[in-house]
Structure formats: structure tokens, C-alpha cells
């Protein structure tokens, strides 16, 4: 958490509020949220005096492209600092101040100040989540995410392509198809909340080895994964007990009010009344029908 729709939601928030406007300086209160740099220092060289040009997002990860530095500050590669990498981990959040006079939230470790006084404030309670600058690889995205699989909403809207792309994922796999789903190198974006959730609609119990589903299992799998994907960015996200995630603004989501099967353990399936199950699969838990899922 968060998963793609949440940093869907927070890339849609962020996108008015960033686009066109030049970073002016960057706070960097603790370390440990630009570790991947070679310094803090480095982080906020390459970010000070940079205008954003666009967001984007490839799975899991907000990606923020700067324009041209206009600053005095040039990015030691050249083109190193053409994007700014976003990842929320478990806690994260990015939060935007109207007012630099706003009190900041305990765990700000990042503040990007922007010319119009407003604040991108960057919070994160268990720090697993940072950000760091990249440069762009061949395919337009972050070298660092390179290693990533198709966007799990962009790789498979594209039509007829969407039930190859989860095929090549699931072939000859004798992994469980939640954790399939949920190897970030095979289709990125995907996590514990929303396995579950396309899982129960495709009617695929969790635990099925992923190259055991048939041709249209599969293509059952990829024809409801954007469904539930759209209708949860729709709904703004989901805030689970925790409240760990909120939007750009503070607001949490909905979604979680729509789960079938998530969290849901020993409640009745919306479909056919039997209790839900709660399985522990690779240190994750799945929640599923056992009636409904096959």
C-alpha cells in the first residue's frame, strides 16, 4: 500500500498543482529519504531552478519529467535529472500545502517549494518510501524502473494486446497466480488489495498455479483488471484501517467500501453468501470465495 490507484489519484492531484511551475528550493529533513542519491545535496542540486514539464506514473511509482533547468544549477550527467521518481512505500504520502505557513505534519522529509508559495510535502512515518532523480531510457521510462513489466492499467487498456501481456505472465509458472500478479516484473502495480479484488471477479482462487489457468481464465483476468482498477481511481483510492493512505489534499478514499473479497475475512461473499476465506500465501494474505473461485 499504496497500490496503483492510489498513486493514480495522487499523480491526478499533484498534476494542476506542479505542471508549469519551477522548484525554487528543496528541504531535505532526513536522509533516508533520498538514500538513493549520492547526497541530499545532490537531490536538491538537481531539482533547484527546474520547472515540471508533465507527471506520469509506471506502476507503483509517481514520476515527475522537469524541463529544461533554468536555474544555475545544471544536473552532473546532463540528463540526470530529467525526472523526479516518487515511491510511497508503505506510509508515504505526498501532500500539497496551499500556504508555506501550513504546519508541516510530523515525518515531512522532503519539501519541494514552488514559485507560487505553494508547498509538495513528502511524508512518510515508517520511511520506506523516496525519491530520488533519474534520467529516461530508450522506452520514455525512468532507467531505474526499467526493469519494471507493463503498466498493470496502461499495459492492458490497449484492447485485444491485454490478455497476451497477463498470458506471458502466467506461462509454464507453477507460482500462485496472486503472487504472479503481484511480482512487479511481470505486470507493474499491483498489490495485496487488488490481486484479491480482480482475482474474485475473474473467479480464479488465488492459490491456482499461475500457468494451470486456461485460455479463458486468463483472458478473464485481463479483462477485469482495468475494471477494477478504473473503479477504484474512480472512488479515489482505498484507505484501510490503518488511514496510512490519504490523497494530495488529506482526504482518504472510498474503494475499500466496494471490496468483495479484501479484508473481508468470514464476512459472506456479495455472491453467493459463503463465508469469505483468508489464506496465507509468501508472507502476504489472500482473501477470497472459495465457492466463487475456482
Request: hydrophobic share 45%; with cysteine; net charge positive.
Amino acid at each position: 500500500m499504496p497500490e496503483l490507484p492510489e498513486v493514480e489519484v495522487v499523480r491526478r492531484d499533484l498534476d494542476p498543482v506542479v505542471v508549469g511551475r519551477t522548484v525554487v528550493a528543496v528541504t531535505v529533513g532526513r536522509d533516508r529519504a533520498v538514500r538513493r542519491e549520492a547526497s541530499p545535496r545532490a537531490y536538491v542540486d538537481a531539482l533547484t531552478g527546474r520547472t515540471v514539464a508533465a507527471t506520469a506514473r509506471v506502476g507503483k511509482f509517481l514520476v515527475v519529467h522537469l524541463a529544461d533547468p533554468v536555474g544555475p544549477v545544471d544536473p552532473p550527467d546532463g540528463d540526470a535529472g530529467a525526472v523526479v521518481v516518487v515511491h510511497l512505500g508503505m506510509s508515504g504520502q505526498l501532500r500539497v500545502a496551499d500556504d508555506a505557513a501550513e504546519p508541516r505534519l510530523p515525518h515531512t522529509h522532503v519539501v519541494w517549494h514552488l514559485d507560487d508559495g505553494r508547498e509538495v510535502r513528502f511524508v512518510d512515518p515508517r520511511t520506506f518510501g523516496q525519491t530520488w532523480c533519474s534520467r529516461l531510457a530508450g522506452d520514455a521510462r525512468p532507467v531505474a524502473l526499467a526493469h519494471l513489466g507493463p503498466d498493470a492499467l496502461d499495459g492492458l487498456g490497449l484492447g485485444a494486446g491485454r490478455t497476451g501481456v497477463v498470458a506471458d505472465a502466467c506461462a509454464g509458472r507453477k507460482v500462485a497466480i496472486k503472487l504472479r500478479l503481484m511480482d512487479q516484473t511481470a505486470l507493474a502495480g499491483l498489490g495485496n488489495i487488488y490481486t484479491d479484488e480482480i482475482l474474485f471477479r475473474a473467479g480464479v482462487a488465488p492459490h491456482r498455479p499461475a500457468g494451470s489457468l486456461t485460455a479463458a481464465e486468463v483472458d478473464a483476468v485481463a479483462t477485469v483488471t482495468p475494471t477494477v482498477l478504473a473503479a477504484a481511481i474512480a472512488a479515489r483510492g482505498s484507505s484501510l484501517r490503518d488511514a496510512q493512505y490519504v490523497d494530495a489534499t488529506g482526504r482518504p478514499g472510498t474503494y475499500q467500501e466496494q471490496h468483495a473479497v479484501h479484508a473481508r475475512a468470514g464476512a459472506p461473499c456479495p455472491a453467493c453468501g459463503r463465508p469469505i476465506v483468508r489464506l496465507r500465501m509468501g508472507g502476504r494474505y489472500a482473501s477470497y470465495c472459495a465457492g466463487c473461485q475456482r
